[in-house]
């Protein structure tokens, strides 16, 4: 799917900060503004985030105190609604995917979501996640007919996982805590338990969702029969708030010169529509799929792969008689890293620990070189490079200058690859859903803003800027270069530029040509930048400095790049 735009001389912006001291998530909102007329000449404006997976607190926090695009119109612990700040045809949205498991507001973002794309249908964009996609396996593994008719020792374990526990070994152990028999401990509730836990990696979903149901129903009692009711009615067909969200969603979208998905774009995914037959196992063979060499043709395909999953998932959501085929198969094979032999736009990913990329993970891929061939379970295991030439080429020829994608934890702030690296094309990758694991959120007070921000229509640049309120409550306000404007005679002006923050936005578009680059001393990444005044009124810039796990904030400016 491609969105023609305004051209615009643009930058992408990241932010992360504190939660407000008045509580969003506790509060009615009400806004009443009418937003000015639509004037067709104002700046093209972006907003993007991703991976918020139900926690509505976050999300909250996100749009009243850092999106520069959404507003909340409505907010009364029940029902959200959201709007864009202004009545402008250039203003978009784009949500990066996984939006449902880690909180107790799954049902309530996913509405909200939903009821934003129906309201503006040409502008909202709603990518699908491997959290999204995944509920599809549910609705036939829950049914009742599924508890009563194969024995459950011939249930597989989750082909992707080669350490996680059968259904059988669960609930044998079930059955022995509680002091019950096998076939009293095969339930509903307990095979969603065991779903939740070992095959979709969320152990604490089941009372998220119990709490969020009796806010929902105004603080009644909630049953664990009621839990399973819901997961499952949300998913199971029309005016199932997942499945809606499914249904309106983008598996990739090109807006601009940008091209956005959940997982990555590699030399695996890059060009690659997998076959409509695909099985969610462990395939014996690569499955054949089919490439397509435009970028926007190929986004095209895969989107509409994913309509015809849907129907296939419409017109059989059970098994069948032998249980070895269910419709949407294709969709959860999509996801699954195994199922696509490492092909899955959904779930291959760039990042190692903070950082985009590392020398251990490009080792870890060298070594993996060799059982690439044979064994599908190695892509589990190893991260994508962004710093490949020719996947930057493919984007490249297509006019695609920067990936904005989710799905792997890269520290307390978005990791972003320059484009100076690849020949002109930026990668950003902006899930922060462990941006500070002491906290029971994993999140802590980090809020992960990423936003295009267009100067004119007048011009054919864009680039990105990254507005960031760190956990150690650091404000940070980095301009990123546009792609492939990094040129040795510009460099200097582009960091007077960028360190001064009164600046105009045509002035400060052109960025902190640091931004996105590795040290040569010890492979710190450049992560974001503090601009500041020091004593003698001098500008002086802080970088934001990361290197695996470990996080440092130092003055960098007589450092060396790779």
């Not at 599809?136 to 249930?155: F, G, T």
Request: with cysteine; hydrophobic share 35%.
């Amino acid at each position: 799917m491609t969105v023609q735009v305004h051209p615009v001389d643009a930058f992408t912006t990241t932010a992360a900060s504190y939660p407000s001291s008045n509580n969003s998530s506790k509060k009615t909102i009400v806004d009443n503004n009418v937003a000015a007329n639509t004037n067709h000449n104002d700046p093209f404006r972006l907003g993007y985030v991703t991976d918020v997976e139900g926690n509505i607190d976050y999300f909250l926090n996100y749009v009243v105190n850092h999106s520069q695009v959404l507003k909340i119109q409505y907010w009364d612990t029940k029902t959200l609604t959201l709007a864009f700040q202004q009545n402008n045809d250039n203003y978009y949205f784009v949500y990066g995917g996984d939006a449902v498991d880690k909180g107790p507001g799954d049902v309530r973002l996913v509405r909200a979501l939903v009821d934003l794309k129906h309201r503006y249908p040409d502008r909202v964009y709603l990518l699908v996640g491997n959290r999204d996609l995944n509920k599809l396996r549910l609705v036939a593994e829950l049914a009742e007919d599924d508890l009563r008719r194969r024995k459950i020792e011939e249930i597989p374990p989750p082909h992707w996982d080669p350490n996680a526990p059968s259904l059988y070994e669960y609930l044998t152990e079930v059955a022995a805590k509680e002091k019950i028999d096998l076939a009293t401990a095969n339930t509903r509730v307990n095979r969603l338990h065991y779903m939740l836990i070992h095959t979709l990696g969320c152990p604490n979903t089941f009372e998220f969702r119990r709490e969020e149901l009796s806010i929902l129903r105004e603080n009644k009692s909630i049953t664990d029969d009621e839990v399973v009711d819901s997961f499952r009615s949300e998913i199971e067909g029309e005016g199932g708030s997942l499945f809606d969200y499914l249904s309106l969603g983008t598996v990739a979208v090109v807006i601009g010169n940008t091209l956005f998905c959940h997982g990555a774009v590699d030399r695996h995914t890059m060009g690659y529509v997998p076959p409509l037959n695909s099985k969610f196992e462990n395939p014996k063979t690569p499955p054949q799929g089919r490439y397509i060499d435009n970028v926007v043709e190929w986004t095209e395909a895969l989107n509409d792969y994913l309509q015809k999953g849907l129907d296939d998932f419409r017109k059989r959501p059970y098994w069948n008689k032998e249980r070895t085929s269910r419709g949407g198969e294709a969709l959860m094979a999509l996801q699954n890293r195994s199922a696509m032999w490492g092909r899955s736009i959904i779930s291959n990913c760039y990042g190692d620990g903070g950082c985009i990329t590392t020398a251990h993970a490009a080792e870890l891929r060298k070594k993996q070189v060799p059982a690439i061939i044979t064994d599908p379970l190695v892509f589990e295991n190893i991260s994508s490079d962004p710093l490949d030439p020719v996947v930057s080429n493919w984007l490249l020829k297509s006019g695609i200058q920067r990936v904005i994608v989710g799905h792997k934890p890269t520290g307390d702030s978005p990791a972003v690859l320059s484009s100076d690296y690849t020949g002109g094309v930026e990668i950003v990758s902006a899930d922060t859903s462990f941006s500070d694991t002491s906290y029971a959120d994993n999140r802590g007070q980090a809020v992960s803003v990423v936003e295009v921000v267009g100067a004119t229509e007048n011009e054919s640049k864009q680039s990105i800027a990254f507005a960031w309120h760190s956990t150690n409550g650091s404000d940070v306000d980095s301009w990123f270069p546009v792609p492939n404007s990094r040129h040795d005679d510009d460099r200097k002006e582009q960091q007077q530029n960028a360190s001064s923050s009164s600046l105009s936005l045509q002035s400060r578009v052109k960025g902190d040509v640091n931004l996105g680059k590795q040290l040569l001393n010890g492979g710190w990444w450049v992560k974001a930048g503090y601009y500041k005044m020091n004593n003698k009124k001098k500008s002086i810039v802080l970088w934001h400095v990361e290197k695996d796990d470990v996080l440092s904030i130092n003055i960098h400016q007589n450092d060396t790049f790779n």
